[in-house]
């Protein structure tokens, strides 16, 4: 299926669409002009398509089918769809021009790299569940992680402000919300992935007991993903304790990021792209 032209051809039509809406995003930041509405509607559009794919793909044979590919792919297309509905709360076109081209690349990924089927998953709706949750995690700290970037590179435009006030950074300026508002959005994010990642590890836990008879394997994935967690957790531990905000909040942000890529995009990726493993 992934090789046929029809199939090829949708996900080249919905990364030129995804890199359109990005181009529209960067031209409605020029001062007098603005397209949100017709945007919104053609994000909405890409984001319902982007979806069918990945249902279609993903859960629409016997086998539940799941890789690096797709791993990338659904996050980015759950960030697409955060940011969508955040779009109509507070202006996002900064956070858009991150991940509308990161989505446009994201939906080429299961073209390269197809992953497997995981049979374990084809009579187990929990198993399935436990992978959604997942990835939901992933696309909201994904989000928080992009959200923490464009903050930092905020907090520096205002303490080293361009000597021009409409070059590049302050164009970009023109398409967030104030830093508060940023920083609000951060541990919005982060309080709900962190919820769905402690639901994921728990969960994995569980199924690692079922699957392979004992709750904790000692692997590359799981020591990453409690990482992941730790940091996270610390962070609003931190938050709620101490106060912590701005670039603090912001390292550990990140820092916890990078743990949660490694714990099974970064695995996906040596087996599969280096490795040729599935």
Excluded at 186 to 210: D, H, M, R, Y
């Amino acid at each position: 299926m992934h090789s046929e032209p029809f199939y090829v051809l949708v996900h080249l039509a919905l990364a030129a669409l995804y890199v359109l809406l990005a181009w529209r995003s960067w031209s409605a930041l020029a001062p007098g002009r603005s397209h949100a509405a017709r945007e919104r509607i053609g994000l909405a559009l890409a984001i319902v398509i982007h979806g069918a794919l990945l249902g279609t793909d993903m859960f629409g044979a016997s086998d539940l089918r799941f890789g690096f590919g797709y791993a990338i792919s659904s996050t980015l297309w759950l960030a697409a769809m955060i940011v969508w509905l955040q779009s109509f709360r507070a202006p996002v076109r900064g956070l858009l021009l991150v991940v509308l081209p990161l989505a446009a690349l994201g939906v080429m990924l299961p073209l390269l790299f197809p992953g497997a089927a995981i049979a374990a998953a084809r009579n187990s709706p929990a198993l399935r569940l436990h992978l959604l949750v997942a990835m939901v995690a992933y696309g909201l700290l994904t989000l928080a992680a992009l959200q923490g970037m464009l903050m930092a590179s905020y907090d520096r435009q205002l303490h080293s402000p361009a000597p021009e006030s409409h070059g590049l950074s302050a164009r970009l300026l023109n398409g967030m919300p104030p830093l508060l508002t940023m920083e609000r959005l951060l541990f919005q994010l982060i309080g709900a992935g962190f919820v769905l990642l402690t639901g994921t590890v728990v969960s994995g836990i569980w199924f690692s007991e079922q699957l392979f008879g004992r709750a904790f394997r000692f692997e590359h994935k799981t020591v990453f993903a409690l990482a992941a967690w730790l940091v996270f957790g610390g962070l609003l531990v931190g938050r709620a304790a101490f106060g912590w905000r701005g670039r603090v909040a912001v390292r550990w942000t990140l820092g916890g990021f990078v743990m949660l890529l490694l714990a099974y995009v970064g695995t996906r990726f040596v087996l599969e792209v280096i490795l040729n493993r599935y």
